[in-house]
T-cell receptor
Framework: KAGVTQTPRYLIKTRGQQVTLSCSPI?????VSWYQQTPGQGLQFLFE???????NKGNFPGRFSGRQFSNSRSEMNVSTLELGDSALYLC???????????????FGSGTRLTVV | GENVEQHPSTLSVQEGDSAVIKCTYS??????FPWYKQELGKGPQLIID?????GEKKDQRIAVTLNKTAKHFSLHITETQPEDSAVYFC??????????FGKGTMLLVSP
């Protein structure tokens, strides 16, 4: 069973540019969450999508956006990049358990974004 | 929102010893508590999780205990091996909200 696939693995961008990251969840998983991981702040939640709808959103500026497609694949976009956006961006897919809450979050290997 | 505190931030043990990592959470409505292991260059890997209707769960050398009254949960690794060396994260979640993670514990197991 294929895991969560994130592309690209590494990315170097210049301040002011924009970037799009991609995440393909495990087959059958309809929920995708995005996290930003930095040494100082740890894992911080960006947003969660379920069946193409944003279900939750973290405390990040509007420069961070995302979407989910009908095949459950998800993309996140960061516009007007800042040096502080350098981080590992992680995507996790999950399945709803009894009652609809998600369990078993499986993470991809992440996209390492460096802003110079 | 939920707040998760994790201790210690680093933990060094000798091979064969036990390791214990503790987390506390703030939202008494939280009902799902997973633990993740992250190795260098990889994403976090789910190693064990527990739901609020259970006090303890075990999987070979790994166990998690949950004390809902005190709002804390712990990861126990017995007979540690060098390959257990990694960063471990705890997390908590209430209902349909998202996972809130602790800051992580770097575990170093020396041969």
């Amino acid at each position: 069973k294929a895991g969560v696939t994130q592309t690209p693995r590494y990315l170097i961008k210049t301040r002011g540019q924009q970037v799009t990251l991609s995440c393909s969840p495990i087959s059958g998983h309809r929920s995708v969450s995005w996290y930003q991981q930095t040494p100082g702040q740890g894992l911080q939640f960006l947003f969660e999508y379920f069946s193409e709808t944003q279900r939750n959103k973290g405390n990040f500026p509007g420069r961070f956006s995302g979407r989910q497609f009908s095949n459950s694949r998800s993309e996140m976009n960061v516009s007007t990049l800042e040096l502080g956006d350098s981080a590992l961006y992680l995507c996790a897919s999950s399945v709803p358990g009894t009652g609809g809450a998600n369990y078993g979050y499986t993470f991809g290997s992440g996209t390492r974004l460096t802003v110079v | 929102g939920e707040n998760v505190e994790q201790h210690p931030s680093t933990l060094s043990v000798q091979e064969g010893d036990s390791a214990v990592i503790k987390c506390t959470y703030s939202d008494s409505a939280s009902n799902y508590f997973p633990w993740y292991k992250q190795e260098l260059g990889k994403g976090p890997q789910l190693i064990i999780d527990i739901r609020s209707n259970v006090g303890e769960k075990k999987d070979q050398r790994i166990a998690v205990t949950l004390n809902k009254t005190a709002k804390h949960f712990s990861l126990h690794i017995t007979e540690t091996q060098p390959e257990d060396s990694a960063v471990y994260f705890c997390a908590a979640r209430e209902g349909y909200s998202t996972l809130t993670f602790g800051k992580g514990t770097m575990l170093l197991v020396s041969p």
